[in-house]
């Protein structure tokens, strides 16, 4: 499931017609559109029939009754990075949570760790980094959390999987 993306949870039915609730899990509800195939846990595919974007609710082709929509319940449904990166159309500055994970986190030629993964914290976002074993045995912390802002982030080459910053070294040093 490495290629793989978590994209919503299916929560209740809602009527008769085989629509459940869709819990999304990310920033694009556009990504929801008629004949597009997600999967579930077991590989299996689901394409969508319908989306109704003012309430959340979906239903998938061979789910149009409210018995077999029962059975996706609580199921998580998936996309693959390629076709995320494919529907889903960033803006400059932004990048997908799957290219940032396993990053390497650089300040001045050092580094300093790599990014294990990123909490939302009202509207900002927190990179958990993963100290360099290095580190480590210097007595820093095991682990170190840098606000993705101007502050300390200078540069995001997701590429080459590499995040440069200024002054997160404080941040390690001081936690």
């Known amino acids: 499931m490495s290629e793989f993306v978590e994209v919503a949870l299916l929560g209740k039915t809602v009527g ?6 869709l819990h999304n899990r990310g920033d694009f509800p556009d990504q929801f559109k008629k004949n597009t195939v997600f999967y579930d846990t077991d590989g299996s595919k689901l394409i969508v029939k319908n989306y109704n974007c003012a ?6 082709y061979g789910f149009e009754d409210v018995d077999s929509a029962k059975t996706l319940t609580n199921k998580t449904i998936y996309t693959t990075k390629e076709e995320t990166r494919k529907n889903c159309k ?15 986190i650089y300040e001045n030629n050092q580094r300093l760790g790599e990014v294990e993964d ?8 927190l990179f958990l980094v993963k100290t ?11 682990s ?10 200078e ?17 390690l040093e001081n936690s």
Do not use: M, Q, S, W
């Open 118 to 125: 990123i909490d939302e914290v009202g509207a900002n976002h």
């Open 55 to 60: 309430n959340d609710t979906i239903v998938f």
């Open 90 to 104: 960033l803006k400059k500055g932004e990048f997908f949570y799957f290219d940032i994970i396993g990053c390497e």
């Open 132 to 142: 360099d074993e290095n580190l480590i045995t210097k007595g820093l912390e095991k």
């Open 144 to 153: 170190f959390y840098i606000p993705y802002i101007d502050i300390y982030v």
């Open 16 to 21: 008769l017609k085989g629509f459940v609730r």
């Open 155 to 171: 540069k995001v080459d997701v590429e080459n999987k590499k995040i440069y910053t200024k002054n997160a070294i404080l941040i």
